[in-house]
């Protein structure tokens, strides 16, 4: 039996933004518990050298369906701008996310694998990449990294979450 990339992707992708999500509802009650503020979550790191929470999120929306558009462009650079530094902007992104790769079909993930692109950082590192490539052998482990960095910083500060809110609540065979 062969994995189709959509099948190989696409799923992943939108279960683990409503993780994300999901994970955002935990910060958002823990908040509350505790007095603290959707900036000071938004603005949380695990070293001072690491990007902080909003930008964690928002990387697993670069690395989903950014990723794809880039490969459709022909190019895929790194996002450097500003995420949203609230929740409900947080949870926005990850909604309009799932929303546009629920909409992809098998036979656009199959012409998507096929194109050939770059992942570029202005003119001092060019890599060449089919689309396949670029999603299996960078995007997923960048997109796992973010949603991993996400989860532990929330961790770190104190939110009691746990595996299961990682993997979610339909982690099961359907």
Known sequence: MSLSLH?????AFVRMLANMDHLIG?????CEANGK???DICAA????DMLDFAYQVKSTVVHSVKSIDGIRAGVFS?????????FAGLRAMLA???EQLAALTVEEMDAIGAADMEFRIGDRLVVPF?????????????FYFHATTAYDILRQI???IGKRDYLGPDWTKK
């Not at 099948?7 to 799923?11: K, L, V």
């Not at 996002?79 to 530094?85: A, H, N, R």
């Open 7 to 11: 099948a190989a992707t696409i799923p």
């Open 26 to 30: 935990k910060a958002e009650a823990w």
């Open 37 to 39: 503020t959707e900036a």
């Open 45 to 48: 790191r695990l070293a001072e």
């Open 78 to 86: 790194p996002d450097l701008s500003e995420p949203p530094k609230d």
């Open 96 to 98: 309009e996310a799932r």
């Open 130 to 142: 089919t689309g396949q490539e670029f999603l299996l052998s960078f995007s997923i482990p960048n």
């Open 158 to 160: 104190g939110v009691p």
